[in-house]
C-alpha cells in the first residue's frame, strides 16, 4: 500500500489548507485513517482519524478547526485545516491501518507565517 500526501504550502494566520493523502487501494479494505504532524523539535502528534466505521476524532489543539474526511472513490483521505495559526507549522503525514498493518506516506509541509 502506497501513501501520497500533498497541499502543503506556505500560508497565513487565519488562512486555510486542504491536505490530501492518495491511497494506492481501496479505503474499504483500510479501517482507521489517521493524519500526524511533527513540528521542528518536537515529537511527532495524532493530529485526526477517522475509522471505516466513521468515528472521528481530534487533537484538542485543532478541534473545531481541522476537519477528516475520505472519497472512498478517489481512494483519497482529506485534511481540512481552517483558521490556521503559526503553531499548525509541522511537517504534516498521513497514515493508514488495514488489516492490523500500518502505512505511511511521506509528508507535506505547512508553514503558517505573515
Known amino acids: 500500500v502506497q501513501l501520497q500526501a500533498s497541499g502543503g504550502g506556505l500560508v497565513q494566520p487565519g488562512g486555510s489548507l486542504r491536505l490530501s493523502c492518495a491511497v494506492s487501494t481501496s479505503l474499504f479494505s483500510v479501517n482507521v485513517m489517521r493524519w500526524y504532524r511533527q513540528a521542528p523539535g518536537k515529537q511527532r502528534e495524532l493530529v485526526a482519524q477517522t475509522t471505516s466505521g466513521g468515528y472521528t476524532t481530534y487533537a484538542d489543539s485543532v478541534k473545531g478547526r481541522f476537519t477528516i474526511s475520505r472519497d472512498n472513490v478517489k481512494n483519497t483521505v482529506y485534511l481540512q485545516m481552517n483558521s490556521l495559526k503559526p503553531e499548525d507549522t509541522a511537517d504534516y503525514s498521513c497514515?493508514?491501518?488495514?488489516?492490523?498493518?500500518?502505512?505511511w506516506g511521506q509528508g507535506t509541509l505547512v508553514t503558517v507565517s505573515s
Open positions: 497514515n493508514v491501518l488495514r488489516y492490523s498493518i500500518g502505512y
